[in-house]
T-cell receptor, first 111, second 111 residues
Framework: DAKTTQPPSMDCAEGRAANLPCNHSTISGNEYVYWYRQIHSQGPQYIIHGLKNNETNEMASLIITEDRKSSTLILPHATLRDTAVYYCIVDITGTASKLTFGTGTRLQVML | NAGVTQTPKFRVLKTGQSMTLLCAQDMNHEYMYWYRQDPGMGLRLIHYSVGEGTTAKGEVPDGYNVSRLKKQNFLLGLESAAPSQTSVYFC??????????FGSGTRLTVV
């Protein structure tokens, strides 16, 4: 049972905004949307998470639709170092509910 | 503040040998996890722990055992290694207020 759906790959020009979509149509009211990324073979890195409202931090912005069935991660000015696999995950914060990683979106940032 | 530290980083085992992977975190997180990642796939949860002295099975627990004798340490054991256990192993920790922090991984090859 896939809880999220992401495109397998995307390209983005360096300096442009990268918009990564995620569908989570079966999300429950108490589930948060998390984004992680994995650069090459390193451990996944936390990016951002949100419940209902849009969120922004130093790395990215998270836009969640009003019905919460989809979201978009925005990297405002993508660089080559942002090339990675990006995972969108829904999870109940505060529980050891075992983050379930799909195959994510492979973002390739190009010159 | 080192975050999550995994040892060793690389290991080659012969079929039938045993070994223990060590994960240590210095963030006072309650929850700890062991994941494995096979080529081209997302992470799969092996075992997890919600606190010192407690462990639970994840998605793919067979062939592995774990222990959490101290809050900061989470050990993953392979009693009799098999080639199917060749993988990259990631440890992670989390708390109620923060997302997951992952280690840099252990690359295990079983020949």
């Amino acid at each position: 049972d896939a809880k999220t759906t992401q495109p397998p790959s995307m390209d983005c020009a360096e300096g442009r905004a990268a918009n990564l979509p995620c569908n989570h149509s079966t999300i429950s009211g108490n589930e948060y949307v998390y984004w992680y990324r994995q650069i090459h073979s390193q451990g996944p890195q936390y990016i951002i998470h949100g419940l209902k409202n849009n969120e922004t931090n130093e790395m990215a912005s998270l836009i969640i639709t009003e019905d919460r069935k989809s979201s978009t991660l925005i990297l405002p000015h993508a660089t080559l170092r942002d090339t990675a696999v990006y995972y969108c995950i829904v999870d109940i914060t505060g529980t050891a509910s075992k983050l379930t990683f799909g195959t994510g979106t492979r973002l390739q940032v190009m010159l | 503040n080192a975050g999550v530290t995994q040892t060793p980083k690389f290991r080659v085992l012969k079929t039938g040998q045993s070994m223990t992977l060590l994960c240590a975190q210095d963030m006072n997180h309650e929850y700890m996890y062991w994941y494995r990642q096979d080529p081209g796939m997302g992470l799969r949860l092996i075992h997890y722990s919600v606190g010192e002295g407690t462990t639970a099975k994840g998605e793919v627990p067979d062939g592995y055992n774990v222990s959490r004798l101290k809050k900061q340490n989470f050990l993953l054991g392979l009693e009799s290694a098999a080639p199917s256990q060749t993988s990259v192993y990631f440890c992670a920790s989390s708390s109620l207020r923060h997302g997951y922090t992952f280690g840099s991984g252990t690359r295990l090859t079983v020949v």
